[in-house]
């Protein structure tokens, strides 16, 4: 780890994107607050909200991963923070529009999807091959850390504040930090694989390139699939988790930031320790058997009414779950070509955000009808399900072959 931080560049580069998307985890769970409340505590909004921000996130994560290869990364991220600037300022201006507000979220996911992509295209050009598995596993602590302390620091803050606009601000001074620290990056040279090719044939056929992969890899098939199925269940469980904690545990508001924050805690521990003591195994072989236990914790956290006993199992869960994203990015660094990091990742990250847009678009249509526990239990019963049945599948086709 020490000769992975003794690097400028990517010292510089990762401080950037933690930085600036702290801030954005801050204020997204600020926002759903705010936006529970304006809205009469009506759960479709919750996953109206959510929908919209992956929705954007997807066109985002499309644009970076095809556009940030055999580009300018460096000014490519630097344009994402730059144009969130004038979003945050609409959004400080209109503080009180639940419209507003859920669009601007949104158009800040599609520059954060954007960036995602970028950023770990341009980290795998800063590093030789030996530190990338150190590079993603911090890399993943780090998105982990932000999914514990971005929930409970903006949870805390507008319990405290009951006042959306100093959350924003503390945002806005995110991105502008994050400026800075990428205005002083030097972008390394051209990668010994991509001297002399041609410029990019443009975004669709970029697209098309990218998804051959799946055709001409089973094995990242497998893995793209049950990350879409756990994505989807993902999609689910994120906006029922603030009535989760008010209508099942019998818990103030601020403790869906708790809740989060467990999930985040249990991340960072998933992302940091399980991929060193899982190393020895194939890296196939630890993925689905990630996921399997990852849908029986959801299972069993669905069942949890004891406020403690939730806690625990929201801990299990991100730590399972931030454990095979770890393992998903090693994946992607070390097994598949080069040349095809950024769009690899970001059918990765296609596989993570459109399932999740399909389980926020059923809390939406479906959330003023349905018992936030018989939601939270069928959803545990159709990832199990769903995770069995697709390793069946996967049992078969590889017998006919």
Known sequence: MRELLASR?????????????????????????????????QKEFLGITQGVFLLLMVLGTLVGGVFGEGRAKKQILMGCEFARIPILASMLAFSSSVWVLILGNGLIAFFSGAFNP??????????PTHLLPKANSLFATGFAFLHAAGPILGAVFFAYAQNLIPILQF???????????????????????????SPAPGFLKDLGEGLGLLRKRPTFLWIFARCALASTALGIV??????????????????????????????????L???????????????????????LSLLLWSACFHPALSFLMAFVYGALLFARIAFQLNYVSLQLPH????????????????????????????????????????????FCGSVLLCWILEQRLRRIE
């Open 9 to 41: 560049p990517y010292r510089l580069l990762f401080l950037a994107g933690f930085l600036s998307e702290l801030g954005t985890y801050i204020s997204e769970v600020a926002i759903l607050m705010h936006i529970f409340e304006l809205a009469g505590r």
């Open 118 to 127: 970028t950023r770990q295209a341009l980290m795998n050009e800063l590093l």
């Open 171 to 197: 945002d806005l001074l995110t991105y502008c930090v994050g400026i800075v620290l990428l205005a002083r990056l030097s972008p390394p040279p051209p990668h010994p694989q991509q001297v002399g090719l």
């Open 238 to 271: 994120i906006p029922l988790l603030l009535p989760m904690a008010t209508e099942v545990l019998l818990l103030p508001d601020w403790a869906y930031g708790l809740l989060l924050g467990c999930f985040g805690i249990g991340g960072a521990f998933g992302s």
């Open 273 to 295: 320790i399980l991929p060193k003591r899982l190393a020895v195994f194939s890296p196939e072989r630890v993925l689905l058997r990630l996921v399997a236990f990852e849908a």
């Open 339 to 382: 040349a095809f990091n950024a769009r690899a990742n970001a059918l990765i990250d296609l596989a993570m955000v459109v399932p999740n847009i399909a389980g926020a678009a059923l809390v939406a249509f479906a959330g003023r009808g349905l018992d936030t526990t018989r939601f939270l239990n069928a959803t545990g019963l159709f």
